[in-house]
């Protein structure tokens, strides 16, 4: 049975069709405009759909021939609360590939309503979060009492997509995020920096607001989370004086230039970049007793990842009817091995 692809225009969206027409699999795509998806589902020879996400029965009513949808229409903080509500109508599995900590506390608000109409609604389902979600897992399984996680994500040799410096222009000016005690807490992207050393070189990391403050704290209980991504120095720098220019981004009108810069300028890694890019995963755990785990990953590029590891989860949910239905995160679902699943990928 097909499945659906929401988005199918955007980077990835369309590296994901085409990721999964190499895998034999035969999606269909939909979008807002035809004008985009029309020429991908031709090019591949796949059935497409054309809705907005404004109403949600109009979306219902096109979902409930699908099995499962894979939202790739970001940002997700404007798509997935009425796609997630059109899934419940129609009986949907909903799978999105968000990093946005706000969309994964909204998917989670949908638990119970997800058990009562029997699917699961998961939230980041690529290099958001699935890496880092493994990571946290398979440290917890070493250390189960462990009331600290850090986490630092490293790229090398990619790029950035059109999309994710979408979502990343719409956050300018808003505060970064850690987990403290349990709870989310208000933390200044940059606030905190940390060196970590992976296959002999050093790398300089700064603490970001990261899907796995809320996703490594369900998959795991741990109450104490801050995420870190390498950045040079200089970025370091110019963030710690955030808050002296959060209110100029701030201005609808400077955050609408800078975004007319990335529509013009910004598209993403190319094949080449995507075969050839790595993703390096650090984890720490400590407990009470002072007791510490430490692991490294590696792992494919961003966005390859999100491509494949996308279909491999929507490939799991379509073929096990066993799984039970709600809100998950990958790794309390799948297990910390699910990123093994991802070719090349291995903990250090």
Not at 174 to 199: H, M, Q, Y
Request: aromatic fraction near 10%; hydrophobic fraction near 40%.
């Amino acid at each position: 049975m097909s499945f659906l692809i929401y988005g199918a225009a955007g980077y990835t969206g369309k590296i994901t069709v085409e990721s999964a027409v190499k895998q034999g699999l035969k999606p269909t795509l939909a979008g807002r405009t035809e004008s985009k998806i029309k020429p991908i589902a031709d090019e591949f020879g796949l059935p497409y759909l054309i809705f907005g996400l404004e109403d949600v029965e109009t979306i219902a009513s096109h979902l409930k021939n699908f099995p499962v949808v894979l939202n790739c229409a970001g940002p997700f903080s404007r798509t997935a609360k009425q796609m997630i509500k059109a899934c419940l109508l129609s009986g949907t599995h909903y799978l999105d590939i968000t990093g946005e900590i706000e969309v994964f506390e909204l998917a989670k608000s949908f638990h119970q309503k997800a058990i009562d109409k029997n699917i699961i609604v998961m939230s980041g389902v690529g290099f958001d979060v699935v890496p880092t979600d493994c990571m946290s897992k398979h440290l917890h399984n070493k250390l189960p009492d462990a009331t600290h996680l850090e986490l630092a994500w490293f790229g090398v040799g990619g790029s950035i997509s059109h999309g994710t410096m979408s979502t990343m222009v719409e956050n300018l000016g808003k505060s970064g995020a850690i987990r403290k005690d349990g709870k989310i807490t208000l933390s200044p992207t940059g606030e905190f920096s940390k060196e970590v050393e992976f296959n002999g070189k050093k790398y300089f990391s700064m603490s970001i607001p990261w899907g796995d403050v809320s996703t490594a704290h369900f998959t795991t209980g741990i109450p104490n989370i801050t995420v870190f991504t390498g950045v040079p120095k200089n970025t370091y720098t110019i963030m710690k004086f955030q808050k002296l220019f959060n209110p100029i981004v701030s201005i609808n009108f400077v955050r609408n230039q800078i975004q007319k810069y990335v529509d013009k300028n910004i598209t993403g890694p190319n094949e080449a970049q995507r075969e050839k890019g790595k993703s390096f995963i650090y984890g720490k755990v400590s407990n009470a007793k002072g007791d510490v785990a430490e692991a490294r990953l590696q792992t494919a590029e961003g966005y390859k990842l999100t491509a494949e590891m996308s279909l491999i989860i929507t490939r799991k949910v379509l073929a096990d009817k066993t799984l039970k239905p709600g809100y998950h995160t990958p790794a309390e679902l799948f297990g910390a091995d699910l990123i093994l699943e991802m070719p090349n990928s291995k903990f250090i």
